[in-house]
T-cell receptor, first 118, second 111 residues
Framework: GAVVSQHPSRVICKSGTSVKIECRSLDFQATTMFWYRQFPKKSLMLMATSNEGSKATYEQGVEKDKFLINHASLTLSTLTVTSAHPEDSSFYIC??????????????FGPGTRLLVL | AQSVSQHNHHVILSEAASLELGCNYSYGGTVNLFWYVQYPGQHLQLLLKYFSGDPLVKGIKGFEAEFIKSKFSFNLRKPSVQWSDTAEYFCAVYNNNDMRFGAGTRLTVKP
């Protein structure tokens, strides 16, 4: 199946700093990528939908100025957590939709990025 | 907004036992249904999906799921689990560019 990578896999930062997480589709072009946040013992929460060349669509309750999303190319979307605080510590997962795959709704997930804000 | 419910938070089984994980969704229109698995330390992987046609869907590793429209359910089954099936299982429902996940069910298979 299609491969999606994330970098870094783990990051520790100080409170108040910004952290950038990259999501890449390695063997297909993804016009749409999704960013999720996974809380312990809870479901994946969709944060935003990222469309190449346009502004991201954020879910209700997600601060777009805090979680900056850029989808500059068909294979790369970035999530920047600005002025991170300890409550932002979480597991962030991206996924990408391959429009040419059988079933447009199938999403391929990255391995996730563990963010710890001290 | 649609929602997805997984009623079992943690299921513990012995090897060779049969498995059924429940998944119910709230949306009444046409949906696409998925089961994803997350093995310890790994990322989400697609187990199986239903778009249309035969409501009994076969997936990888001996898993299957049955879509029952009247019950808004898409339960995951496996006749005989193995220790290697220990993982977290997520049901997901897609409709109109909206993908929602259930809270997940942790499966522990004892050898």
């Amino acid at each position: 199946g299609a491969v999606v990578s994330q970098h870094p896999s783990r990051v520790i930062c100080k409170s108040g700093t910004s952290v950038k997480i990259e999501c890449r589709s390695l063997d297909f072009q993804a016009t749409t990528m999704f960013w999720y946040r996974q809380f312990p013992k809870k479901s994946l929460m969709l944060m935003a939908t990222s469309n190449e060349g346009s502004k991201a669509t954020y879910e209700q309750g997600v601060e777009k100025d805090k979680f900056l999303i850029n989808h500059a190319s068909l294979t790369l979307s970035t999530l920047t957590v600005t002025s991170a605080h300890p409550e932002d510590s979480s597991f962030y997962i991206c996924s990408a939709r391959d429009p040419l795959a059988g079933g447009r709704e199938t999403q391929y997930f990255g391995p996730g990025t563990r963010l710890l804000v001290l | 907004a649609q929602s997805v419910s997984q009623h079992n938070h943690h299921v513990i089984l012995s090897e060779a036992a049969s498995l059924e994980l429940g998944c119910n969704y709230s949306y009444g229109g046409t949906v696409n249904l998925f089961w994803y698995v997350q093995y310890p330390g790994q990322h989400l992987q697609l187990l199986l999906k239903y778009f249309s046609g035969d409501p009994l869907v076969k997936g990888i590793k001996g898993f299957e799921a049955e879509f029952i429209k009247s019950k808004f359910s898409f339960n995951l089954r496996k006749p005989s689990v193995q220790w290697s099936d220990t993982a977290e299982y997520f049901c997901a429902v897609y409709n109109n560019n909206d993908m929602r996940f259930g809270a997940g069910t942790r499966l522990t298979v004892k050898p």
